[in-house]
């Protein structure tokens, strides 16, 4: 159980324009969302944690209208990178939170794989 | 302020034992995870503590002292498969999870 799917798994897209990635919890349901960032060799950034049918609460620092975040669902979050720019370049990661019935070990964050985004 | 600290990089060799250490210093607690991320991957959950004490699972065992702030990840019958990042993460006081940088863990035959 536990299993969370992010499509698609890689994108390469030209400067300017936008990417939706999605984020899917396939055999629970999640009450929250994160997405995070991670440049090679650095730590896991949050940018975002969302609840489902709520506005998603960004980390300092991180631009909400670039990174559109929804939350439409209890097993579906999109984040999407509008007008991308090289420096967006980076491998994005969802992880999601099920409920206390859902789950033996609450509050444990399952990973997405990750989508690879490269913007030219 | 928050603070997760764990050493940066680690060598052991491959059947040998080797313990990753975290310590902590957060506002509240509410539980202590371990990760594991293999290069170009998503992190991948190892063990959950909340109690004092040790957790075993399969070759991996996780220890936690709340009163010291601190905890250790085990790994035995290590195999080249190990290698990979092992991050430690504190669940605060407000349900949010602190991230440590991670220990890059190198496996030699």
């Known amino acids: 159980g536990a299993v969370v799917s992010q499509h698609p798994s890689w994108v390469i897209c030209k400067s300017g324009t936008s990417v939706k990635i999605e984020c899917r919890s396939l055999?629970?349901?999640?009450?929250?969302m994160f997405w995070y960032r991670q440049f090679p060799k650095q730590s896991l950034m949050l940018m975002a944690t969302s609840n489902e049918g709520s506005k998603a609460t960004y980390e300092q620092g991180v631009e909400k209208d670039k990174f559109l975040i929804n939350h439409a669902s209890l097993t579906l979050s999109t984040l999407t990178v509008t007008s991308a720019h090289p420096e967006d370049s980076s491998f994005y990661i969802c992880?999601?939170?099920?409920?206390?019935?859902?789950?033996?070990?609450?509050?444990?964050?399952?990973f997405g794989p990750g989508t690879r985004l490269t913007v030219l | 302020g928050q603070n997760i600290d764990q050493p940066t990089e680690m060598t052991a060799t491959e059947g040998a034992i080797v313990q990753i250490n975290c310590t902590y210093q957060t506002s509240g607690f509410n539980g202590l995870f371990w990760y594991q991320q293999h290069a170009g991957e998503a992190p991948t959950f190892l063990s959950y503590n909340v109690l004092d004490g040790l957790e075993e699972k399969g070759r991996f065992s996780s220890f936690l002292s709340r009163s010291k702030g601190y905890s250790y990840l085990l790994l035995k019958e290590l195999q080249m498969k190990d290698s990979a990042s092992y991050l430690c993460a504190v669940l605060d006081s407000n349900y949010q999870l602190i991230w440590g940088a991670g220990t890059k863990l190198i496996i030699k035959p």
């Open positions: 055999d629970f349901q999640a009450t929250t």
């Open positions: 992880s999601a939170k099920g409920t206390s019935s859902s789950h033996h070990v609450t509050d444990t964050q399952y």
